[in-house]
Structures are given as C-alpha cells and as structure tokens.
C-alpha cells in the first residue's frame, strides 16, 4: 500500500505534495474513547478540566497516563488540547497583564513598535522574551504565574524533562487582523527553498522538538479572534512544504475551527498543526496572550534566555515560599522548571567533567539543592557563578 505521506524519495517538495490526501487527513473525527481524561470533545479538540484532574496530576502513575494521552493527542490525534482553569487563581495572571502592558507602553515610546511574525507589523503589539522581562519586573510574580504544575505536565508530555521555556506576549486590539495559516518553529521558520534542502525525516523529527502554548490573559469570545487550528493537520508529514501553497491555505481557510478561552485557560499544539491567529472583530476586546514556545532539551529554542541571571533573581522569593509553604514543592518545581537550565551540555567537558554520573550539575539541580539545603542567597549565586564559569569562563 502507497504511504500516503511520502511524497518524493528523500526530500518533501511543494509541487509535490497532494491536497487529496491532506484533505483526507483533516477529515478525521476524534473519538472520545480514545482521550478518556478529557471532560469533553469540541470541534474535535479535547477539553481537559484541569480542577478535576488535581488527583491525577499527583498521582505519578496516573499523571504518566495522562501525559501519554495528550502526547498521543498532539502527535496522532487532532493535535491540540485546552486545559480549563489552568489557573484557578488568576490573581498572578491580572498582575502580569499589569507589567506587560506597562512594557509595551515603554517599548512603543522607545521604538514605536516591532515586527511580527506572520502578521504584518503594527497590527498587535508584541513583546519578544517575555519570559526574562517578566522575571526582571517581579521575580515574585514571575515564580507564582510558572508554578502551574498543569502547564509543566503539559510540557513534559511532548519533550519530556529538562525543557526551555520561552514566551512572547501577544496584544492583538480590536480590528486586529487574521495572520496567515502556518506552521511554527523550527521549518516554519525557513523559507521555502531552505526547508527544501532538508531531508523529509528532519520533517518528521521536526515536530518533536518544540510545543506551542497560549495562556489567555482575558476572556477571548470567537469575535475577539482566539488562535484558528485545522485539527489532524499536524499529521501530514510534508506539512512544512505544503503550507505556504494557496490551496492548501484554502482548505484551511474552509476547515478551521476556532474555541472561546476564558482567562486562566491554556492552550497548547503542535508545532505542526495548520495554525493562525484570528481577526479581531471585536469593539471592546484587548486579546492578550502569553505565548509559551517551549522547546525540547535536546534542540535549540529561538530566543536566548539569560537563565542564570533569572535564577539569581528567583532564588530569594523561592526559598521564601519554600520556608512559609506558601506554595507547594511541585510547584515550585514547576516555576524552576521555566526558570532554570534543565540540560547540562552543552558545556566545557575540560572545566567542567562529569562527576559521580555522566553529566556535570545543571542550574535546575543546584536550585533544588540549594532550598533543600537551606543555601543562602549569597552562597547560592557563588555556586552558580562557579557553574556558569566552567561552562564559558564569563559570568555576567
């Protein structure tokens, strides 16, 4: 039987890749026998309540079997999933909304504004590496905000440990218009010539390596424009060839589905899945989304992260609601995991050789050891600047 995926021996080609059969993939229904945690099934997304899933997320083993779900979901299934109440306090939430917009206020003065992607520039306002922005303004707010054991499990499920958390704020204003349909990073963010000189297994690897996020920020009704998916795309293995040609874009334009968020919800997909933000057709809504691109241990995330800086800054508020338990060690894990590198290479096997395993310690590792440990602030950021020395010498 002809794979309908394969298109060209070696090398996926766009005159090459064939509407009927990425029509015949989106056609799929999912069933709801086949996510068994999900609350309920929407145009084929599964919604997962995330207030009914606390027991299982502290379970070991029935959080494994809900990672394996969603990881089927985004590779086999319609490729994305909601969680509901996310965030059941949103009060961390409101506090970021403040500082993002009290940074694109300041960013706007100093540049008037940047480029996007897939959207033309100055029609949303964008701030780039919000992740370190937030940490730099309000350590204490950026620590509770990522203590979302939720938004953790829905990471490791698709790279597994060890991931680098990124993020980008994304303020679209009434009359906000739609982005094109595309796929995202790492291929969806070559040309089309470029993406032609991989080979079509790094397509397919492609995928792995990174998951998209949204945390909504505000209610977001379907006239504000939520995020439009094409359920089953992510499946075509040629995607990132067809995905500029028009009429792939047309059937996209004719299948996509659209779901409301509520602020505190999260969104999260494939990098693969057929996608674009939607028009803002709204008179009142200010749509602001923190974008989360999370990549993989083993790949490289498009921004660069100051994380030894961030855990500097960390570090004090942590140890604080370590020591009053004022939230929860997983939590708190949670946070370091979108704080800290997680990953001990690359490094300087000459200053820095593997001691008692086979990899030297990673800044995620002496976090937990240091509030273990009781290190304080002064001793822990001398450890740290130790690390970070035999790694590159400099320390900044």
Not at 72 to 78: I, L, M
Not at 228 to 255: C, N
Request: glycine share 6%; with cysteine.
């Amino acid at each position: 039987m002809k794979d309908i995926n394969k298109v060209s021996p070696g090398y996926y080609l766009p005159e090459e890749c064939n509407l009927a059969e990425f029509q015949k993939i989106v056609d799929q229904e999912l069933a709801i026998s086949s996510v068994p945690n999900a609350t309920e099934i929407k145009k084929n997304i599964p919604i997962y309540n995330v207030d009914k899933l606390q027991n299982v997320l502290q379970n070991e083993e029935l959080k494994r079997e809900l990672m394996a779900e969603w990881a089927w979901v985004f590779r086999r299934g319609s490729g994305a999933i909601v969680l509901r109440n996310a965030y059941k306090d949103t009060k961390a939430i409101d506090e970021a909304t403040g500082i993002f917009e009290d940074i694109i206020t300041s960013e706007k003065l100093k540049s008037g504004g940047g480029e996007d992607h897939f959207a033309a520039a100055g029609a949303n306002d964008r701030i780039w590496n919000s992740l370190q922005k937030l940490c730099e303004s309000s350590p204490d707010v950026f620590l509770r905000y990522f203590a979302n054991t939720s938004i953790q499990a829905a990471c490791e499920a698709w790279l597994g440990p060890n991931y680098q958390m990124t993020a980008q704020v994304n303020l679209v204003h009434p009359g906000g218009d739609a982005q094109q349909a595309h796929r995202d990073y790492h291929l969806g963010f070559q040309t089309a010539e470029v993406s032609s000189l991989y080979p079509s297994h790094v397509h397919e690897l492609s995928p792995a390596l990174t998951l998209q996020g949204a945390i909504a920020h505000c209610d977001m009704p379907i006239e504000s424009g939520p995020t439009k998916l094409l359920p089953f795309s992510q499946m075509y293995l040629p995607g990132y060839a067809a995905w500029r040609r028009e009429d792939f874009r047309e059937v996209f334009e004719s299948h996509y589905i659209q779901l409301p968020l509520s602020k505190g919800d999260a969104l999260f997909f494939s990098p693969a899945i057929f996608h674009a933000a939607g028009s803002n057709v709204s008179s009142n809504i200010h749509r602001m989304a923190n974008l989360l691109q999370v990549s993989s241990a083993f790949g490289r995330a498009m921004e660069t992260i100051d994380r030894a800086k961030m855990c500097v800054l960390t570090y004090p508020v942590a140890s604080k609601h370590f020591d009053e338990e004022t939230l929860s060690f997983s939590e708190i894990k949670a946070a370091i995991a979108a704080t800290a590198e997680g990953y001990s290479f690359p490094t300087n096997l000459d200053n820095d050789p593997p001691k008692g395993g086979l990899a030297p310690e990673t800044q995620y590792a002496l976090f937990l050891r240091g509030l273990e440990s009781k290190m304080d602030n002064d001793e822990f950021k001398d450890q740290l600047k130790s690390m970070e020395n035999k790694k590159t010498a400099v320390f900044l």
